[in-house]
């Protein structure tokens, strides 16, 4: 097999080029590669000095994240680092496009850092629920100092390369030509022969190591969130560069970086990366979009609005229709009021607004959709009205033009046939429950054609969402037995505020009752409780987000008697069903919320409605708000055993065997020793 590393003489200086796409990232073979590479320059007397460079995007985008979880094969990267620092030539890096994590640790154990002026360079692990662990946190605070240094390892963001030159971290800095600059700069130190100071040597960082400890102390300080385990031990670790000999000091880093890769929370945040990277890989993938630069949308209550919004805003021409002229005023001032608030809190400048307000049109005939080159319909729920839309399309919209219905629940395939155009109809569900959730779930039928798919897709990440392909509905569905779940607790004994705060403890965005009005609740809770949708659908929408108040959201309005009103009706289904009330711990709340997923999914999954289990997690993640560290309910069954999730679930199938009982998939994973992660393929 062909190294992923090659390494060519030029003039003296060996040149050493990492090419592994598409990010260049620091799996076994490169690592094996530069090694071999930095042995064998070091070796050659012809060889005066070495230039480590990438070919493609990037230098090295950090350590392979696939790797991780997996037993580690040498050598390891802060083994790598060692050798690079310690070589007798000078080493010099050459950085270009985003030098993150590993990367940026190996450019710290070369001798000398020159980038390109569009390169990035940050420290991001802590979104992995990580810390450096090849070095950064021994060698980046030498050269920056703590504050710095912390700034970079907590914050997680990468900084341009002009920053990284001010603060120390880079030497050098190029416009063009930056190979050619890097080996110019060898021949320099060839010539000057003045030995270059590794990083371990440097000390610039420990100038004042009041304010050192001082930075330590303010990182201590700082609140903690679960999602980032890591802080505390980053600042450990940048302690411990100043009081540890650097050997030390990489051994206590080394010790932190191996506890938190085993935490639930850094699997869970890395299923989550790799996950997000995963819903792109689908049978359409690598099919032309067609164009879209005006989009039609047919109706204007809250998904059309903000679909209007949204697309406004990314730059398209919109043409909004609805049923009549009065409709269409009250969509148009929707929109408007939304535009407004944006403007009065700043988001939004006066002049974009207009320049968005000039791109739509608004109109109560369907023909004056002939020309847009997709249409999204998003009217209420109501199959008859939504085929009728759908014929009348299927007349007036112009071949080739995409034709999606934003609905969550209903038959794509009876409006695929209505309109005519199989190949061109699909459902594209923006999920707008939660603010800025920047889901879009496309429904497939077997007749959806591949370009539809593409164009839908490319539409969705224009829009600044992302696309879950499902062949129909998937989050309503999820959403609807995590629902049922919690109604089933509300009725056992516990009360929307508890079950709220305890999902919110787990690190849900949001509880059930603040995320649904009591029209949603009782919608969701018809799905298998028809005796409380019943009740509650009687109040009318009398209150909004139930459980909103109580947290003090800022959209939510606390109105204790709304919440007494809940209670009331709740105990009255109580009695009409016999049910006795009983305590509720938030651990049974947690659970069984988390268990009607799991059980959801499994039928999601047998029934092919998504692609593999990464896509119900992520669908979850981004839609629901369910915590990004701990997965997605798929993941959190793997991590709790699948037989365990299969007893408990059959602990509680008697109750509500609807909502319990997992498809056959289970057992069979079970009986083939096989997790849901090994269904999610690369
Ligand atoms: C680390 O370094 C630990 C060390 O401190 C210590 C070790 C001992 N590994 O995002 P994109 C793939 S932790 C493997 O769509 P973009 C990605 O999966 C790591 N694969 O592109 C995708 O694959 P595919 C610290 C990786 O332009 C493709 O590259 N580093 C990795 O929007 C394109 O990715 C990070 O956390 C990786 N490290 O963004 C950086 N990175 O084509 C994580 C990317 O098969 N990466 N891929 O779907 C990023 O932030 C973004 O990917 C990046 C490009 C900004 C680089």
């Known amino acids: 097999m062909t190294s992923p590393v090659t390494w060519e003489n030029r003039d003296g200086i060996a040149l050493i080029t990492i090419d592994s796409p598409p990010v260049n990232a620091l799996g076994h073979a490169v690592r094996a590669g530069l090694w071999e590479a930095v ?70 154990a070369a001798h000398v850092r020159i980038a390109h002026a569009k390169a990035r360079v940050g420290f991001p692990e802590i979104n992995l629920g990580l810390l450096p662990g090849a070095g950064g946190t021994q060698r980046a605070p030498r050269l920056i100092g703590a504050e710095q240094a912390l700034q970079l390892m907590t914050g997680g963001r990468p900084v341009r390369a002009a920053d990284a030159l001010a603060m120390g971290l880079l030497d050098g800095v190029v416009e063009d030509g930056l190979t050619e600059a890097a080996l110019a700069l060898a021949a320099d130190l060839v010539a000057d022969g003045t030995a270059p100071v590794p990083t371990r040597d440097r000390t610039e960082g420990f100038r004042n190591p009041q304010v050192y400890a001082e930075a330590i102390a303010a990182a201590r300080r700082q609140p903690h969130p679960p999602e980032q385990p890591a802080a505390t031990r980053i600042a450990d670790c940048v302690e411990a560069a100043l009081l540890l000999p650097f050997e030390a000091g990489l051994a206590y880093e080394r010790a932190a970086f191996e506890e938190l890769q085993a935490t639930p929370a850094a699997r869970g945040l890395r299923h989550a990366f790799l996950s997000e990277r995963r819903l792109s890989k689908t049978p359409e993938a690598g099919t032309e979009a067609r ?121 794509i395939a009876a409006l695929a046939t209505a309109a005519g155009r199989p190949a061109d109809t699909l459902a594209f569900r923006p999920w707008t429950e939660i603010p800025r959730s920047g889901l879009v779930e496309l429904g497939v039928t077997p ?51 508890r079950i709220d705060t305890a999902l919110r403890g787990y690190g849900y965005r949001r509880g059930r009752y603040q995320a649904e009005d009591l029209i949603g609740l009782a919608t969701l809770s018809g799905l298998r409780r028809p005796g409380l949708a019943d009740g509650l659908a009687a109040r009318g929408r009398t209150g ?28 009255a289904e109580r009695q009409r069903h016999g049910l006795p009330s009983r305590p509720v711990g938030e651990e049974e709340i947690v659970l069984s919320c988390l268990l009607a997923l799991i059980a959801e999914g499994t039928r999601v999954l047998a029934d092919e409605t998504a692609l593999r289990p990464s896509d119900i997690d992520m669908a979850l993640m981004i839609g629901l708000g369910f915590p990004r560290w701990r997965g997605g309910p798929m993941l959190a069954a793997d991590m709790m055993g699948l037989l365990d999730a299969k007893n408990a679930l059959a602990a509680l199938a008697p109750e509500n065997p609807e909502l319990w009982t997992p498809a056959d998939l289970l057992a069979d994973l079970l009986k083939n020793g096989r997790s849901f992660e090994d269904l999610n393929g690369i």
């Open 39 to 108: 042995e064998a320059a070091e070796a050659d007397p012809a060889v005066r000095a070495l230039v480590i460079t990438a070919a493609g995007r990037s230098f090295p985008a950090g350590a392979d994240i696939r790797e991780f979880g997996k037993p580690p094969q040498a050598p390891l990267l802060p083994d790598l680092c060692d050798r690079i620092e310690v070589c007798t030539k000078p080493v010099i890096a050459a950085l270009h496009g985003t030098a993150l994590g590993g990367g940026l640790e190996l450019a710290l």
């Open 447 to 497: 007749r959806t054609g591949a370009e539809a798919v593409a164009t839908a897709t490319a539409l969705a990440a224009r829009l600044g969402h992302r696309a879950v392909r499902a062949t129909g509905p998937l989050l309503g569905r999820m959403m609807g037995a995590w629902a049922a779940a919690a109604d089933g607790l509300l009725l056992a004994g516990s009360t929307p505020l």
């Open 291 to 411: 164009p879209v630069e005006h989009l039609g949308v047919i109706g204007g209550g809250r998904t059309g609005a903000a679909l209007v919004l949204s697309a406004l805003s990314a730059g398209l021409r919109v043409t909004l229709v609805e049923r009549d002229h009065d409709a269409l005023i009250a969509a148009l001032e929707r929109i408007a009021d939304i535009h407004e608030a944006e403007v009065a809190r700043g988001r939004l400048t006066p002049e974009k607004r207009d320049e968005d307000w000039a791109r739509l049109a608004g109109s109560a005939e369907l023909p004056r959709l002939a020309e847009a080159e997709m249409i999204v319909e998003a009217v209420p729920e109501d199959l008859g009205l939504k085929a009728e839309i759908f014929s009348q399309l299927g007349r007036v919209a112009r071949p080739g033009a995409i034709l999606a219905s934003a609905t969550a629940a209903l038959d």
């Open 544 to 571: 909004c987000a139930v459980g909103a108040g109580w947290f003090d959201w800022p959209e939510g309005t606390r109105r204790a008697q709304e919440n007494d009103e809940v209670l009331a009706l709740v105990e």
